[in-house]
């Protein structure tokens, strides 16, 4: 019977291994703006983003005979719906929550993600009564809440702001939030519907999307100046980062999560999320150096207690899936 098939404690190992790889990919986006930090945030979202696509429209014309069997229109439609809820959309209302509200708003609405696609997806497609995925969420809160009180300049987020623009950057976050816990669900209900698409060639399939809609907003953004840069000596690193943000970051990291949605329980892949979080702030402390105050480490303990929980629950125990 369709949607019946039962996750294996193989299967569920290799998912969860591609979850997590995946999310220490993505937490190298956390770097990228320490490392540059005058460099325009416009012209690394769209520089990001045309690296995506311009190496998934490669990848597709090398191996189009191959990779195309089995990619019916449909699949075409949700790949652009993809690139808007799972990429270009969802960064976009992301930045516009960080400059209307401030980083600290925004990273906790976002840093909910573990919780909103693990329990969107466990609703849709109970694969866990909600007893058992209710310690782990608990201890994967509780740690990102002592990491986000220690982290987070609170005082930037209140400070010369209107109620106006709190109220515009609340939403927009609140809609990055839905629009990627959307994506996340989706994605997987997707892959897993669709066995005969390899995780590459989806990435690729999103990225050839993502490539479309960037050139769209190409002109707008530059005529509104957002790829202004003080100096020749900006490209180069600018360059650079938008290659491994696109390469590594957009088109490798989503052909880990395909993977690992395909064999994952949504609930337990989404809660992989909050690796990304703990692995960005990690990058971070490396490339600055610095050590992280006690109640900081105490938080990612608590973090990483949680998703050894969630790993441990799903390696003993998978359950049919629909």
């Known amino acids: ?9 193989a299967g569920v190992r290799v998912g969860v291994a591609c979850g997590v790889g995946a999310n220490l990919v993505w937490g190298l986006a956390f770097l990228v703006p320490v490392v540059l930090p005058d460099a325009p945030t416009t012209a690394l979202a769209l520089g990001r983003y045309l690296a995506f696509g311009a190496l998934s429209a490669v990848l597709l014309a090398a191996t189009w005979r191959r990779a195309l069997v089995g990619v019916g229109p449909q699949a075409w439609r949700t790949a652009m719906v993809f690139a808007v809820t799972g ?4 960064y976009a209302l992301l930045v516009q929550g960080i400059r209307w509200a401030g980083a600290p708003i925004a990273t906790v609405i976002i840093g909910l993600l573990p919780v909103s696609v693990a329990v969107t997806g466990n609703w849709l497609r109970r694969e866990y009564p909600f007893s058992r995925l209710v310690a782990p969420l608990a201890l994967i809160v509780c740690g990102l809440a002592l990491v986000y009180a220690v982290e987070l300049d609170w005082q930037s987020a209140v400070a010369g702001r209107s109620r106006g623009e709190w109220a515009l950057g609340i939403a927009a976050s609140l809609g990055a939030l839905v629009l990627w816990t959307s994506y996340a669900v989706r994605n997987a209900q997707f892959v897993r519907a669709n066995p005969q698409i390899a995780s590459t060639t989806w990435s690729t399939l999103m990225g050839v ?5 960037s050139l769209v907003a190409l002109p707008v953004v530059a005529v509104t100046g957002g790829l202004r840069l003080d100096g020749p000596g900006e490209v180069g690193p600018v360059v650079a980062a938008s290659l491994v943000l696109g390469v590594v970051v957009s088109w490798l990291g989503t052909v880990l999560w395909s993977r690992s949605s395909a064999l994952t329980p949504i609930s337990v892949a989404g809660q992989l999320a909050v690796v990304q979080v703990c692995a960005g702030l990690t990058y971070v402390f490396v490339w600055e150096g610095r050590v992280p105050p006690a109640l900081e480490l105490a938080g990612f303990a608590l973090v990483v207690v949680g998703v050894l929980t969630v790993i441990d629950r799903a390696r003993r125990a998978p359950v049919p899936a629909g």
Request: glycine residues 16%; charged residues 5%; aromatic residues 12%.
């Open 209 to 213: 999307g993502t490539f479309v809609l």
């Open 87 to 90: 990429h270009l959309g969802y």
């Open 1 to 9: 019977m369709p949607g019946r098939a039962t996750t294996s404690a």
